[in-house]
Each structure stands twice: as C-alpha cells, then as structure tokens.
C-alpha cells in the first residue's frame, strides 16, 4: 500500500512539473513575441509622435484587451502634448487595472510601468539605421503585459489593485510618466508602491537582477530578499537610491516608494544592435515568475511605508520643484551715463555693451542665485569728447518669482544685488586713463531688474549703479549708472 502511495505522488509531481514547464514554456513564448512584434522594423525604432509609436500603441491596448486588463475610463488611453522647443508634441500613456480582492486594501494601488517610446530611426551615409530598441525597452513592455496577464486570470491573488502602464516619451525626458503622477486618474496618494520595468532582457549576461530604490519601500529590502530566495534569483543592487534616468524619479520626486527592475548595463542599448534575437528569454521568465510572487506578497501586506530616508529626501527637495543649477551666456546692450551728485549736472548718455556668461543656483520654490562673468564696455559723454572703461563686471543677484507657468519651463522673476567692476583700461577724450593717479581700477554698486525665462532664452532689463566714486580724488563725486536690455540663453 505505501508503495503504491508513493509511486502515486511521484506521478503527479511528475504531471505537475510537465503543466509547469508547458506554462514556463508558452511564457517565454509570449514575451519572445511581443518583443519581436515591437522590434520589428515596421515599427521604425517607435520614435515619439510617428506612425511607428502609433502601431506599437494599438498592439499594447490590443494585448491589454486580450489579457484581460481593465481600462480605467472608457478607453486606456491617456492624452497628453508637452512642448519641444517651439512645437507642441501629441503623446499616449496606455492605462490598465486589475482589481484587487482585499475589501481593506482595495482602494490601494501597486503600479508596474514600462516606457514604450524608443529613438526611432537616422540615416548615415544614406543608409537608414533602425533603433529597435529591444532591451530598451520592449522587454519591458513584454513584461508588464504578461504579469497583468496573469493577474487578471487570477484576480483572487491580488490584495491591492494593480495598475499597469505603459508610458509614452520617456526617452525624450521621462515625460509621460511626469504627466502620469501631475494627473493620475487614480489618487496619487493611493498609490503606495511602483514598479518601473526598463531593460529587464539580459538577465544571465548580467548575473542577476536590480531592484533598484528598493528600500525607498520600508523594509522592502528584506521583503525581496524573501522572495528572490524562494526563486533562487540573484538580487545585484537594491538600496534606497530612487533611479532618475526611468521612470521611476517623478514617483519618487513625489514621495512614492519606486523601483527599477533592471537587467543591467551590459546591453546594446541606444543602438541599432539592440535586437529581438539577442535577449535572454528564459532569464525574463525567471524575472517574471518572481516578480509574480512578489507583487502577490506586497499586495497582501498590512502596510506599504516610504522609508524615512524617502520622506527625508521629499521634504529636502520639494522646494526645488525640478530646478537645477544652469548656466548660459547673457548679451547687454544699453547706455550708460555719469551722475555727479554734489552738482545740479550728469553727463549725457553713451552706448555701452556688455556680454559674457551667467550662472544660477536655485535655493527654493521661488528663490535663485545668479553670478554674471561679464566683459563690460561702458562710459558716458562728457565736456570735449566720450569717456571709456574697458572693464570685468560680476554681479551677484537673489531672483525672486514664480516657479514657472502652467507646468511650463517659463518663469517671471524680480533680481537685485551687488556687483564688482574692476577696470583695465580705458580713454577720456582720447587720452588713456591714468589708474596710478586719477581714477580707480575698483568700483563697487548694486543691480536692480527684471526678466522673463522662456524655455532656454532668457529676456530682461537691468539697471546698474555705481555706489563708489570714479575718481581717487574725493573732492569731486563721478559715479557710473547703466541700462541695460538683456538676452541670454541656456546650454
């Protein structure tokens, strides 16, 4: 009788190891042909905005169709334009849901997301180059699909709801995901946790998988740790360090605990190279089947945190509101004249220019800090001809204003502060300036304005007053005024 038990077990172990691999095997299947659908060179590398994104478009809702996966409106679509330069580019994030199952936690929202867009296509010497960009990131595409496939045929695993998206325009600056978090069609506070899967292709080549900002998850570390040893996976990179070249960096700018699920660097990436036949098919099954577990243990758990090191960093850089430090070169064209305050006279105005290249540093919302390096011809006419300084100037400006219009890369802000001149040469009435005996190499004063930042062209007026004397001699006060208009531009 035991014999004949034992013998029983070993067949249906043998049977449900046959099931498992069949479903292993169609898998791979699947994501092999959703990869090579999205690679294939009728898609033309799926630049931003062309025929090429349209066709990968229909074919992700047509498998979200397929799959199961539920839109959250009428359609999945979510439609967007943002600005390039002068032109307004049209964009589609593709929005899908599986319900969750817990009554507790339903109202909830666990996200795995994958860029769609890729570089599309150039010519060299006259041969089209195709950037199919299978790695990167059709692999993630492929992913995202079939785990919300499996869920949506298996909603009772579920506690939380799962949405799953597709975003558009990553390549060209994380754009579509940006869009997605400023106008989330679910409450942004609902959703606890997001997956970002971008170039999950080369798992063997790379010895393991990243997950990285895992620990922007409290106690997310141990929970994937957990998991990936229960699948014998190799977990490379964790850690709380949210990625900000996916996108994963507007989730967490916003205090969303989020992860890059990544294969690795050693990848074709960005190049024509980077094809359908080159991924590591079984390696992404592997991935796939953890994160299955992974996504049915964190649906289900009591609490999804932000680490203190998340909420620590939120409030550190809420200020910024996605400012960084820029630099650019600044053209002044105006006049310039001399006051002469202990008399009832100035001088008469003079063509003055000045150009050279800005600094800025933000320091809040609506704050920033300006340096100017300026070379600055100036002077003022005067009794029997013209005066001219050749001089270095460096002011030194608070901007206060807004911290940009409509969501847009245009601000409108008010600046002053002190500037430094320090003189090298220079003429009056044609004769050289004496800087040993008559007039000082260093000037002193403060800058007062106004300007209009409109994408990378800044525009703007500014006023310069000198508050110390031209002269060494203090008998007599000649101090240097300037109006300038102002153009400038951002590298």
Do not use: C
């Not at 397929?66 to 439609?79: F, K, M, T």
């Amino acid at each position: 009788m035991l014999r004949i038990k034992l013998i029983l077990i070993l067949f249906l172990l043998s049977f449900a190891g046959k099931f498992t691999y069949a479903d292993d095997h169609n898998l791979k299947d699947r994501l092999r042909t959703h990869v090579k659908i999205l690679t294939s060179d009728s898609l033309q590398g799926r630049g931003l905005g062309t025929t090429g994104a349209e066709k990968a478009r229909d074919y992700i809702v047509e498998q979200f169709q397929d799959a199961g996966i539920q839109p959250l409106g009428e359609d999945y679509l979510q439609n967007f334009s943002f600005r390039q330069n002068l032109a307004w580019i049209p964009a589609i994030n593709i929005v899908g849901m599986v319900e969750g199952s817990d009554p507790l936690l339903k109202d909830e929202y666990i996200l795995i997301g994958a860029h769609y867009d890729h570089l599309g296509y150039d010519i060299r010497n006259d041969e089209k180059r195709i950037f199919s960009g299978a790695d990167d990131n059709a692999s993630g595409v492929a992913a995202i699909i079939e785990l919300g496939r499996f869920f949506a045929q298996n909603p009772g695993l579920l506690g939380r709801n799962l949405l799953i998206v597709a975003f558009d325009a990553e390549e060209s600056g994380l754009i579509g995901s940006k869009h997605f978090v400023e106008n989330s069609p679910v409450p942004i506070e609902n959703i606890k946790l997001m997956f970002s899967f971008d170039m999950v292709g080369m798992y063997e080549t790379n010895k393991g998988l990243h997950l990285r900002g895992m620990a922007s998850l409290d106690q997310g570390d141990e929970l994937a740790a957990g998991v990936a040893q229960r699948h014998e996976i190799n977990l490379r990179q964790t850690g709380e360090n949210i990625e900000r070249r996916t996108d994963t960096q507007p989730f967490g700018s916003v205090g969303i605990p989020a992860v890059h699920v990544y294969t690795g660097q050693k990848s074709p990436y960005h190049k024509p190279e980077d094809q359908y036949h080159l991924l590591d098919y079984d390696g992404m099954v592997t991935i796939h089947l953890f994160m299955e577990d992974f996504l049915k243990v964190l649906s289900h758990e009591s609490e999804l945190r932000q680490s203190a090191s998340l909420i620590a960093s939120v409030l550190k850089e809420s200020t910024f509101v996605g400012r960084r430090p820029a630099a650019g070169f600044l053209l002044n064209t105006g006049t310039g004249f001399h006051r002469y305050p202990d008399e009832f006279f100035q001088g008469k105005t003079l063509f003055n220019v000045s150009g050279g290249f800005y600094f800025q540093i933000p320091l809040s919302q609506i704050l920033g800090l300006q340096l100017d390096a300026l070379y600055d011809f100036n002077g003022s006419q005067i009794a029997g001809g013209n005066f001219r300084r050749h001089s270095l100037t460096f002011p030194l400006n608070i901007q206060f204003g807004t911290p940009g219009l409509q969501g847009q890369d245009i601000r409108l802000f008010l600046f002053s502060g002190p500037y430094y001149r320090l003189t090298f040469a220079g003429t009056i009435a044609g004769e050289a300036l004496d800087f040993d005996n008559d007039f000082n190499i260093d000037e002193w004063g403060y800058t007062i304005g106004v300007g209009l930042s409109v994408f990378r062209v800044y525009m703007g007026y500014t006023s310069r007053r000198a508050v110390t004397n031209l002269l060494q001699n203090d008998e007599m006060k000649i101090l240097d005024s300037n109006g300038y208009f102002s153009i400038g531009y951002r590298f």
